[in-house]
């Protein structure tokens, strides 16, 4: 499946609404986004949330596992009261926009807690949305969904499996405009079985300026012996609305035996234990007592409907009188099937029973006769093979349907082939859709039943080991907690690793590695290779957003190289590669003077590497100071970052004259560089004349070998365009910067999560362009549809993208607050946000973003007199901006004297406006300005 892409429905849709039909798929919404995949799918179906649907009490009764479906609330909710007030404390708490994951294991209540909350929600005012996840699902088509708040005191999104949205994903969604009304208070729900995919969730909600929490669901208490706890009123509840069901008196029906084994913990095992106590009562047996007795007994129920569907073996039906024609037997590998796919279209239930051992029944009438045994979860739902529910029991089963279990329920020879089967390949090499569920699932089994592991799931990923990766960060997370997972198949799965990280599997790729470091570190004694063992892990954590954890790693990782080198010189080229490493962790954490230190530290080893051997280590050495000049400028120091730029640029030419072909690459990314800290330091033109030096290399190497260079060559043309703009040459930069946007969007379709960042900058500097020549509603549109993707850019990656997006909001504010386009309140919203943005970012970076706060609050001046609203803060913030830039510009006056200026009248047009026109006046004289 292609990558999302934003569909027509990108920019904000309220007050209008945008439908979307695709293969009788329709869908649209009312105040909100639509995203969508390349082929026309959505990415994600948000729909207002509904309470439990009425079901039919004999339907219920056919399978008693159907009562313990959350979906049908069948159980009054009990317990969780101390959850249910702090969910409540936290939808009420102050911050306008807050994201919280609530986490516990399959069958605590997760799904239960939240409906009750959503009703709670529903009934104070707020409105609430349920998002469901479209990718290996199959998606429910809600018609027309009004998100509209229409008065809501709040905006609730529900997310359920949370954990096993790809990163990307819930990044489109999180930048959905549905989040970002101001108007009232907005709170995401997203519920999951773990904590481990949170790191790099809160990561991604950083630029949002959203509150985060975590929530876990503990175990119910167990008794104590003061009386009857938690989990005897829970199980006295269930045993109520049970019997009411079954049409029986609750009093008469006793526990089975005492609550107090972990495994009553969750809430669905004092559910099931309940179920089971009244269908034994019911049908005149002894019920068992064990939480593996107790599901086996829930399953034996599934057998018997299933033969009392097919007959009742006493009288055996005629082929023509039977409307079921499903054996048993058949049936039991149907239900296999159903639960390691889910439910899916028609067409492909048809293609998963083919895999089913031979039988003489067509698959239309095992669709037909399963779908009558499990209907579609949703009315009017055009699926088939809906699972058996909760989850764990579809786990279960699983797990007792495959061989090497010592419980009493019968295993199936045929379940193993046909697990097999359906995780095979298509002939296109890819994976089938459901792979994502169906390891997942057998992984949560794996948890529970030994065998598991071993001699299905493990054997599985052996012959097909990019299997997990294709399933995704979640099945990776499971994998590595599993006890019993072996080194070499881990190692086997490592190997198909993606060089460069992917949001989507950072997380799952930093678990798997995280647990091959804990077997290989204790077992080996080179030094080297635990090092180099601690290196990569460094990396896959930091990737995760696990950053203490990744530069615990690299630390370790650059003592051991430092000790190596101290008595092998053969060990410097790593010891110094270590450090420039551990450099970037340092001030990806934004402890800037610590990259700093470990910079110098690695650029005096390759001094003395290329002081002895030019040949190999000049061009790590010009590599190093390359990376110098980038700390140093983000700490302030722009001479010294100019000179390491010139240095590290005199190593180059005397390289490339030798052998162009193999250092231009090199030395054009150093050239762009070099113009990057020439333009900050105010050298406008200089930095004009490098960046076309850069521009001019990358042309011809992108002439010779595409598929490398375009990249590089685009990033050029953008950072081109940019100098010619500060310049005022305006047809040329506009000529830059659609080269560069034309390339652009055809790389983002090939890398969208590599190139769409260079794609929003480039776009943003074109409206700006657009701006200064007159064209505002041209320069809107550019912009709008840059900030959307700066938005989810910062969504899965904070750190590297919420500076471009705090800049373009700052100018979109600008170009809303002019007369022509008259979009005044909004100009007045996004331009706080974007100085919020720098505020925060500031004081955490006062070096690397003085400036642009500096900058932030002159445009968020400049749109206040524009529009004439809200001028005592426009004053203020323009009063602000020229205080930084003066302290700013005794260091570098040819950078920050005009931006001051600029400010300054600011300041002189508002007082004008506030009436104070003498105090406007004299300053204007002082700046030399005429009226």
């Given at each position: ?162 954990d096993r949205w790809p990163l990307s994903h819930l990044a489109w969604l999180l930048s959905n405009s549905l989040l970002h009304q101001s108007t009232v208070p907005t709170r995401v729900l997203m519920l999951a079985r773990s904590a481990d995919g949170w790191p790099a969730v809160r990561g991604s909600v950083a630029n949002l300026q959203a509150s985060t929490s975590t929530q876990l669901l503990e175990p119910l208490p167990a008794e104590s012996d003061g009386g009857p706890g938690q989990r005897t009123e829970m199980f006295k509840v269930a045993r109520a609305s049970f019997a009411i069901r079954f049409g029986a008196a609750a009093e008469q029906i006793m526990m089975p035996g005492p609550l107090d084994h972990p495994d009553f913990g969750l809430p669905l095992a004092v559910h099931l234990a309940a179920l089971v106590a009244v269908d034994a009562y019911i049908t005149g047996q002894r019920p068992p007592t064990s939480m593996a007795d107790l599901t086996l007994y829930l399953l034996d129920r599934e057998h018997t409907h299933w033969v009392n569907l097919y007959g009742d073996g006493l009288r055996k039906l005629t082929a023509s009188e039977r409307s079921f024609r499903t054996p048993p037997s058949v049936m039991n590998q149907a239900v296999f099937a159903a639960a390691l796919t889910g439910s899916q279209p028609p067409d492909a239930g048809r293609f998963v029973l083919g895999h089913l051992p031979r039988q003489q029944l067509p698959a239309e009438q095992i669709v037909a006769d399963h779908t009558r045994c499990y209907p579609p979860a949703f009315p009017g739902r055009a699926t088939v093979l809906e ?545």
């Amino acid at each position: 499946m292609n990558p999302p892409l934003g569909s027509g429905a990108d920019e904000p849709v309220s007050p209008g609404q945008v439908v979307h039909a695709e293969g009788g798929f329709a869908y649209g919404v009312m105040g909100a986004d639509i995203h969508v995949f390349a082929d026309g799918n959505p990415l994600y179906v948000l729909e207002s949330w509904r309470p439990p649907p009425p079901t039919d009490q004999r339907w219920l009764r056919e399978m008693p596992s159907r009562m313990l479906n959350a979906r049908f609330a069948v159980v009054d909710f009990t317990g969780r009261q101390q959850e249910l007030a702090d969910l409540r404390r936290w939808c009420l708490a102050g911050s306008r926009l807050a994201v919280r994951w609530l986490y516990g294991p399959g069958g605590q209540g997760k799904t239960r807690l939240a409906d009750q909350f959503a009703q709670a929600a529903c009934a104070d005012g707020w409105k609430v949305v349920t998002a469901t996840h479209g990718l290996g699902t199959v998606l429910p088509p809600p018609g027309s969904q009004d998100l509209r708040l229409d008065g809501a005191v709040g905006m609730l999104l529900i997310i359920d499996y949370a954990d096993r949205w790809p990163l990307s994903h819930l990044a489109w969604l999180l930048s959905n405009s549905l989040l970002h009304q101001s108007t009232v208070p907005t709170r995401v729900l997203m519920l999951a079985r773990s904590a481990d995919g949170w790191p790099a969730v809160r990561g991604s909600v950083a630029n949002l300026q959203a509150s985060t929490s975590t929530q876990l669901l503990e175990p119910l208490p167990a008794e104590s012996d003061g009386g009857p706890g938690q989990r005897t009123e829970m199980f006295k509840v269930a045993r109520a609305s049970f019997a009411i069901r079954f049409g029986a008196a609750a009093e008469q029906i006793m526990m089975p035996g005492p609550l107090d084994h972990p495994d009553f913990g969750l809430p669905l095992a004092v559910h099931l234990a309940a179920l089971v106590a009244v269908d034994a009562y019911i049908t005149g047996q002894r019920p068992p007592t064990s939480m593996a007795d107790l599901t086996l007994y829930l399953l034996d129920r599934e057998h018997t409907h299933w033969v009392n569907l097919y007959g009742d073996g006493l009288r055996k039906l005629t082929a023509s009188e039977r409307s079921f024609r499903t054996p048993p037997s058949v049936m039991n590998q149907a239900v296999f099937a159903a639960a390691l796919t889910g439910s899916q279209p028609p067409d492909a239930g048809r293609f998963v029973l083919g895999h089913l051992p031979r039988q003489q029944l067509p698959a239309e009438q095992i669709v037909a006769d399963h779908t009558r045994c499990y209907p579609p979860a949703f009315p009017g739902r055009a699926t088939v093979l809906e699972p058996l529910y909760p989850d764990r029991l579809a786990e279960d089963f699983l797990a007792l349907t495959l061989p090497g279990h010592h419980a009493d329920y019968p295993s199936q020879p045929w379940s193993a082939s046909v697990a097999g089967k359906l995780l095979g390949r298509g002939s296109d090499g890819a994976p089938p859709g459901w792979a994502p569920r169906a390891i997942t699932f057998l992984a949560s089994a794996a948890e529970r039943w030994p065998h598991l592991g071993p001699e299905h799931l493990y054997p599985l990923l052996r012959e097909d080991p990019h299997l997990a990766i294709d399933a995704g960060s979640a099945v990776m997370i499971a994998l590595a907690h599993l006890g019993d997972v072996p080194p070499d198949l881990l190692d086997s799965i490592a190997s198909h690793f993606p060089d460069a990280g992917k949001s989507d599997l950072d997380t799952g790729i930093a678990h798997i590695t995280a647990r091959r470091a804990q077997y290989k570190l204790p077992v080996t004694d080179s030094v080297f290779t635990r090092a180099s063992i601690l290196f990569d892990l460094g990396v896959r954590l930091w990737r995760a957003g696990l950053y203490e954890q990744a530069l615990e790693a690299s630390e370790e990782g650059v003592r051991l190289s430092r000790g190596l080198a101290e008595t092998d010189p053969s060990m410097i080229p790593a010891a110094a590669s270590s450090l420039l490493n551990l450099s970037v962790d340092y001030s990806m954490a934004g402890r800037r003077e610590e990259a700093l230190a470990a910079v110098m530290e690695s650029v005096s080893l390759y001094r003395r590497l290329a002081d002895d051997d030019p040949v190999r280590h000049s061009e790590a050495f010009a590599h190093a100071l390359d990376s110098l000049s980038g700390v140093l400028g983000s700490v302030g120091r722009i001479e010294e970052s100019l000179a390491a730029s010139a240095e590290s640029l005199t190593i180059l030419y005397g390289m490339s004259s030798n052998d162009p072909l193999t250092h231009g690459s090199t030395l054009a990314r150093v050239l762009q560089n070099y113009s990057s800290h020439l333009r900050n330091a105010g050298r406008m033109e200089q930095a004009l004349t490098i960046v076309q030096q850069a521009l001019e290399i990358r042309r011809t190497l992108a002439a010779t070998d595409p598929a490398v260079h375009e990249v590089d060559f685009a990033y050029s043309l953008s950072a081109s365009g940019s100098i010619l703009k500060k310049l005022g040459r305006y047809d040329e930069a506009l000529a830059a910067y659609e080269e560069s946007i034309h390339l652009g969007r055809r790389l983002a379709v090939l890398n969208p999560e590599a190139r769409v960042p260079e794609l929003a900058v480039s776009l943003g500097g074109l409206s700006g362009c657009l701006y200064v020549v007159g064209l505002h509603q041209d320069a809107v549109t550019v912009l709008e549809e840059a900030i959307h993707l700066h938005r989810k850019l910062a969504t899965s990656n904070p750190a590297a993208n919420e500076p471009e997006l705090a800049r373009s909001l700052g100018s979109l504010g600008l170009l809303f607050s002019e007369p022509d386009v008259e979009r005044f309140r909004e100009a007045l919203n996004i331009t706080q946000e974007a100085l919020g943005i720098f505020h925060r970012l500031s004081t955490e970076f006062p070096s690397a973003f003085m400036g642009d706060m500096a900058d932030s609050l002159v445009q968020f001046a400049v749109t206040r007199k524009n529009v004439r609203m809200d001028l005592i803060n426009g004053l203020s913030a323009a009063k602000e901006a020229v205080r930084i830039y003066g302290r700013l510009g005794q260091e570098i006056p040819e950078a920050y004297s005009q931006k001051q200026a600029v400010a300054y009248l600011a300041i002189v047009d508002i007082l004008q406006e506030l009436g104070f026109a003498k105090e406007a006046s004299k300053l204007r004289g002082e700046l030399g300005q005429t009226p």
